[in-house]
């Protein structure tokens, strides 16, 4: 969803009714469903215009290595020639729109977005590189080893064990009698959510929580006091997404990168 639309008085309103539309939904669904996570597209002006050239491309490809004739290599540079043409006019189509949003976000005083796609401009591609160097200083190519490596390194960073001097006195107490939390204090604390945060491992934003309206809030509310009872935090809570920061010198090196934990 396009959290700008959340600025809008109508697209907030078809944000909401969409939400109750899919609640009702999930309530009147019987089987399980597959949820599959859609990976983001590496380059945003790549539509199925071009999805649909580059199989062609790739099939005259095929074609010509079973039966490398003249008739199909002229095809195959044929085809290849105007899947580049048409990658280029979507590029440069999709540049031109972002030049033309930076003015707007100019005109409109739209600071915060107008420095975000400034920085996009200015850092422009860099090539992220998945090699990283073990304890002896080798080279990992294997991502099986990459991410054993990634595991050790932060579980010895985050796992520091402290032998502490202080004694800890145990005191009982009667607890109190606390009451359920109520649908206000659910509200509140959803209002405070801090806004142009990076999601956790649900990929929801704060901006869409707290525009999700009465619907969606009174669920989690329900959700909130459902955990409350049973004195239980949901496993999915308990675990934590750890973003990796460059912060100077080699990149192959864990100690030059500060992991971020997203809950």
């Not at 078809?14 to 109750?20: D, G, L, N």
């Not at 949003?101 to 992220?128: C, T, V």
């Not at 945060?197 to 649900?202: A, H, Q, V």
Request: glycine letters at 4%; proline letters at 3%; charged letters at 30%.
């Amino acid at each position: 969803f396009n959290l700008k639309k959340l600025n809008e008085v109508e697209g907030k309103k078809q944000y909401r009714v969409e939400i109750s539309n899919k609640f009702e939904a999930l309530e009147n669904l019987d089987n399980e469903v597959d949820v599959h996570k859609t990976r983001e597209a590496h380059k945003p002006w790549f539509d199925e215009g071009c999805s649909k050239l580059q199989d062609q491309r790739k099939q005259a490809k095929l074609q010509w290595l079973q039966d490398p004739s003249e008739l199909n290599g002229d095809n195959q540079n044929n085809i290849r020639r105007e899947t580049s043409r048409h990658f280029r006019n979507k590029k440069r189509e999709y540049l031109k729109d972002k030049i033309d949003e930076l003015a707007m976000n100019s005109k409109n005083k739209n600071i915060r977005d107008l420095y975000r796609g400034i920085n996009d401009f200015k850092m422009g591609y860099q090539p992220s590189s998945n090699l990283v160097k073990d304890e002896n200083g080798d080279l990992l190519a294997d991502s099986h080893n990459i991410l054993n490596r990634w595991r050790n390194y932060f579980s010895q960073l985050l796992n520091v064990h402290r032998v502490s001097d202080v004694r800890q006195t145990e005191i009982d107490t009667a607890e109190l009698l606390i009451p359920d939390p109520s649908p206000f204090e659910v509200e509140s604390a959803i209002a405070k959510l801090k806004k142009y945060k990076l999601p956790g491992s649900d990929q929801i934003p704060a901006e869409l929580i707290q525009s999700g309206g009465e619907t969606l809030h009174s669920k989690i509310n329900n959700l909130i006091t459902s955990i409350w009872h049973k004195e239980k935090l949901p496993d999915q809570w308990k675990k934590s997404i750890i973003v990796l920061v460059h912060k100077k010198g080699d990149k192959t090196d864990c100690s030059n990168y500060q992991g971020i934990s997203l809950l």
